[in-house]
């Protein structure tokens, strides 16, 4: 079936970088995405990634995509303490197919 | 301004009761989506359509009700059935319209915190 794995807490200082790690289990999800959620808010949409690339970059984001070992990864650099949040990974076989979830990793920023 | 918006933010349901909360996009997408959060656990599928008049069951469907009677509207009904209702409910589109312009990019409300008295 399908599962979306990450890692729950990840602590970092302010101005360093971090790095989000997210292992899936569907070789034929097409779409890969990162979500933030800012306390009592909902989801907002970072960035995503189709199964064909290796790297986006985004100013400050960039994903990481192996598909050999169905990995994903973020990383911002130059974390801000207003990139503290709970950041989702997700997949999805088509755009439009409901998304699997990760739990959640939990970035907290030391100013 | 095109979005989502879900309403009401917060909502308290009495024992026996039936609520619905209420989720309109202004996207003009075709596929609606409901997801349930608790604390530690994710986001869960309750239900999905995909085109108006037509919606399917998602992992936790029990204890629910949609309708998708048209194209921007996609009310979730939580019944007295659902026994464990507390939760933030989130509700998603996804088609070609949105902040990233790529086709079928899934885009979220803001949500809405339900309690039971």
């Known amino acids: 079936g399908e599962d979306v794995e990450q890692s729950l807490f990840l602590s970092v200082r302010e101005g360093d970088s971090s790095v989000i790690n997210c292992t899936y289990t569907?070789?034929?999800?097409?779409?890969l995405y990162w979500y933030k959620q800012e306390p009592g808010a909902g989801l907002q949409l970072l960035t995503y990634i189709f199964s064909n690339m290796d790297m986006k970059q985004d100013q400050r984001l960039t994903v990481l995509l192996n598909k050999k070992d169905k990995h994903l990864s973020l990383r911002i650099a130059d974390t801000q303490t207003g990139d503290s949040a709970i950041y989702f990974c997700a997949e999805s076989f088509s755009g439009n197919t409901p998304l699997v979830f990760g739990k959640g990793t939990r970035l907290s920023v030391i100013a | 301004d095109g979005g989502i918006t879900q309403s009401p933010k917060y909502l308290f349901r009495k024992e026996g009761q039936n609520v619905t909360l209420s989720c309109e996009q202004n996207l003009n997408h075709d596929a609606m989506y409901w997801y349930r959060q608790d604390p530690g656990q994710g986001l869960r599928l309750i239900y999905y359509?995909?085109?108006?008049?037509?919606?399917q069951k998602g992992d936790i469907a029990e204890g629910y009700s949609v309708s998708r009677e048209k194209k921007e509207s996609f009310p979730l009904t939580v019944t007295s059935a659902q026994k464990n209702p507390t939760a933030f409910y989130l509700c998603a589109s996804a088609g070609t319209g949105g902040t990233f312009g790529a086709k079928n990019i899934q885009y979220f409300g803001a949500g809405t915190r339900l309690s039971v008295l």
């Open positions: 359509s995909q085109i108006v008049n037509d919606f």
């Open positions: 569907d070789s034929s999800s097409t779409y």
